[in-house]
Nanobody, 124 residues
Framework: QVQLVESGGGLVQAGGSLRLSCSASGGTSSNYAMGWFRQPPGKEREFLAT????????SYAASVKGRFTISRDNAKNTVYLQVNTLKPEDTAVYYCAARRSIIANIKEYEYDYWGQGTQVTVSS
């Protein structure tokens, strides 16, 4: 059973940056592709970014491509999401997720484990 814990969220002004972290335990990090998702207030959860377990291939939602960067450090069992040029519409709970596959995937239902989320609030 993999446990995921997100951190790094907070309150930031528009135009600012944050680095979100997702620490994994209970499994071998290199066996899992990882993803980041978010759920804005009153909306459905949406895909942001995904990264494969070892090949380092990545994919992004169009809405964040160029502003967000996903990366991972398997030695630390940690996945990161660098979020830049934040906008008020980026306000959401940000979740990381792991899937029992080495292949990255953009579909929420393909993920097997989820963290509790970290709140990001962007003020205008």
């Amino acid at each position: 059973q993999v446990q995921l814990v997100e951190s790094g969220g907070g309150l930031v002004q528009a135009g600012g940056s944050l680095r979100l972290s997702c620490s994994a335990s209970g499994g071998t990090s290199s066996n899992y592709a990882m993803g980041w998702f978010r759920q804005p207030p009153g909306k459905e959860r949406e895909f942001l970014a995904t990264i494969s377990s070892t090949v380092r291939s990545t994919s992004y939602a169009a809405s964040v491509k160029g502003r967000f960067t996903i990366s991972r450090d398997n030695a630390k069992n940690t996945v990161y999401l660098q979020v830049n040029t934040l906008k008020p519409e980026d306000t959401a709970v940000y979740y990381c997720a792991a899937r029992r596959s080495i292949i990255a995937n953009i579909k929420e239902y393909e993920y097997d484990y989820w963290g509790q989320g970290t709140q990001v609030t962007v003020s205008s």
